[in-house]
């Protein structure tokens, strides 16, 4: 529960050294040089400067001439796509199983995926900033993970239900990158990472309540869908959830350290704080970006009240850097929710790390007894899972790929700047390496304490919707309009590609 005295693989000082307690298997395949994505930390007060002038400018939307013209090119060149979708909307609810999917006019339907690109029914090509969602730091669909794959569906199938080598060896792995990780359980997705995690540290503390940053996303349990997207809007979308999951639930605003500490205070009288979980980069992979020191400075409210730590590193190990958000700020959390990356862009991609002693309480098998965190599933910690993970992790320590990727981000952040200042448009871009943030319409920054909230709700969201449409007309395909992902795979002319792209939207607004 105290901060941890390991050596987590800084990006500080000793940077890329390998940590102090690695003595096996990196070594055997990785070169061990692999870095950090982000080269220069951004400017927090400087960008929440810009979001604050963002959302208190007019927008600036794409016209109805511009609009129409995208929509014309979706009704002539992405019929196919038209048609599955609709064929989806008879037995799919809305026709659209990924909530970062494109939807305006239609959900796009893919049909190949290959490094920087991605192909679609129609036969379009898109350069993928989505990556799956963030997963795939070598490129989708990466050559060499994928022989791994296909020898070990070939050697004993995706499942047995049993022990595998694969499962020790990235367990072995992950702990070899995050020293913090001393014991490792796979699961099936962030979602039960998170559920995982704060089942634990209930158990270990005997406390009761969870802090969470208002406007974060940390998978869809019962407990966590508060304060989501934007801060301070509670238990808004927990429609179809008792109000006695929420109970114990409490966000505040992202940070607010101060607020924390009182909140930590009144809870002490309370039961007091199982938990504090948190993305160290911010709430939304950054979209309200944490200061360098944030998380240093919770490390120590957290020892101060007894709570654990938890960081949600679903999206930023191993996207950071093999260390992990860990890693390069140098701070020691308890528990580590992994997702995305830990399956190499494979499923099922989840887990939950941190101190054998907490995570002794997930013992699993048959004789397990006494204080246990009950987790479970089927096809958690299959060989499939294992072995992608294992061999994605292997291969982006060997090529530096978060860095690569980083570097990719650096350049298209920069690109998108000297566009946003050509054109005299409040849009706001930042990057945390790999993660680039692009907010064109500000609305992910409303306030729900600004009179103007309701009215500027809706053109702002409708126009996150027509500038991911614009975008992928054009050839590029965002997170939900708002973000990027960036990968090894975008190489200069890629990303120059891009930008192009992006200059024919933003010259439209
Ligand atoms: C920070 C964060 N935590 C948790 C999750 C949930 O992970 P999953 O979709 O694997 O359930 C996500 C998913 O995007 C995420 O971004």
Known sequence: MSSSTQTARTAEGSGDARPADTSTSVAETGTGTSGYAISQYPDVPAIEARLHHLVHSPLRALPPEALARYEAWY????????????????????????????????????????????????????????????????????????????E?????????????EYEVKL????????????????????TEGVMAAIRAAR????????????GAYHGWSDQVVFGMRLPGTGA??????????????????????????ALLAAQAEDGGTAAVLLEPVGPESGTHPAPRDYNA???????????????DEVVTGFRLGMG???????????????????????????????????????????TAAGKRAFTGGTLSANPLSCAAGYHALVEMDRTDAPRKAGAAGDRLRAGLDALIAHYGLPYVTYNFGSIVHLHTSGVLHLSLSDPDFFTELGPRLDMLGQMSMAYAAEGVITLAGSRVYTSMADTDEVVDQALAAFDRVFAQA
Not at 152 to 164: E, I, N, Q, R
Not at 205 to 213: P, Q
């Open 75 to 150: 009704e002539q060149h992405a019929t196919a796509s038209k048609a599955l979708a609709a064929e989806a909307e008879l037995y799919i609810p809305g026709g659209v199983q990924h909530n970062l999917a494109l939807n305006d006019p239609w959900p796009l339907a893919v049909t190949a995926a290959e490094g920087a690109y991605l192909t679609d029914l129609d036969g379009n090509r898109y350069i993928d900033f989505l990556q799956a969602g963030g997963p795939t730091v070598l490129g989708s669909n990466y050559a060499p993970v994928r022989e791994k794959v296909l």
């Open 203 to 214: 158990a270990f503390t005997g406390k009761t309540h969870i802090v969470k940053i208002g």
């Open 171 to 190: 367990a072995k792995l992950i702990h070899d990158f995050m020293p913090a990780v001393q014991r490792f359980r796979m699961l099936g997705s962030g």
């Open 152 to 164: 070990l569906l070939a050697s004993c199938g995706p499942v047995t239900g049993l022990l595998h």
């Open 236 to 261: 808004l979308e927990a429609t179809g959830i008792p109000a006695g999951a929420l109970e114990k639930t409490r966000e505040f605003p992202p940070g607010d350290v101060d607020g924390l500490r």
């Open 297 to 311: 400075r919770v490390r120590e409210l957290c020892d101060e009240f007894g709570a654990l730590l938890v960081f």
């Open 324 to 366: 992990g958000a860990q890693g390069y700020y140098g701070v020691t959390p308890d528990l580590t929710v992994f997702g995305k990356c830990v399956a190499g862009g494979y499923p099922a991609a989840g887990g939950v790390g941190g101190s054998q002693q907490v995570m002794d309480t997930f013992a699993g098998g048959l």
